[in-house]
């Protein structure tokens, strides 16, 4: 003889009762991998749209036989400012941002690329080279972008805004 559960005074054979908690069970796993793969979902598009912020940031400078040439202006963190302040003068320190640059290279030999580390607007700018592999190569850091000093002292001989910076900023791309 089957035995038989009484639920508020209704007789369910067991094998019913089974299959009902069965499908409860099914249908709650399957709300938690909706839910779950709703989550990662949003998650890949709030990744996207970083993704997508980050790469709006940089503006085009430059576009020359192959190479495209990005950059964006940034706050100057330099781990050398903080451990020997006394080597800057602190007039620039203030005004010091990094000109970050992005170079994308489309070519597929490499390409040398020279640009004025810091600008000045009596052309004796520091100039530094660089060899650009096939791809992107990014300089963001204090130390290996170029620096932006903006300065109203007369005769330092640094551009007084942007606008000059850009104007006297110096970009070449050799073969």
Known sequence: ???????NKVQIPNVLLKM???KQILTLLILCSLVTTSVQAND??????????QDNEW??????SGIKVYYKISKCES????????????????NHETFA????????TSKTISFSKITRTDGSDEMQAI?????????????????????????DNYPISVTEFLQ???LTINN
């Open 79 to 94: 781990q050398d400012l903080i451990t020997n302040p006394t080597n800057f003068d602190p007039l620039l320190i203030d």
């Open 168 to 170: 006297e900023f110096k």
């Open 131 to 155: 060899s650009l592999r096939s791809g992107a190569t990014v300089l963001e850091s204090c130390e290996s972008a170029a620096k932006l000093i903006l300065s109203k002292k007369s005769g």
């Open 59 to 64: 503006t085009l400078l430059k576009e020359v």
């Open 101 to 108: 640059l992005k170079f994308v290279n489309e070519n597929s």
């Open 20 to 22: 009902c908690l069965k």
């Open 1 to 7: 003889m089957k035995k038989l559960i009484t639920l």
């Open 44 to 53: 890949s598009f709030t990744k996207n749209d970083k993704i997508k912020k």
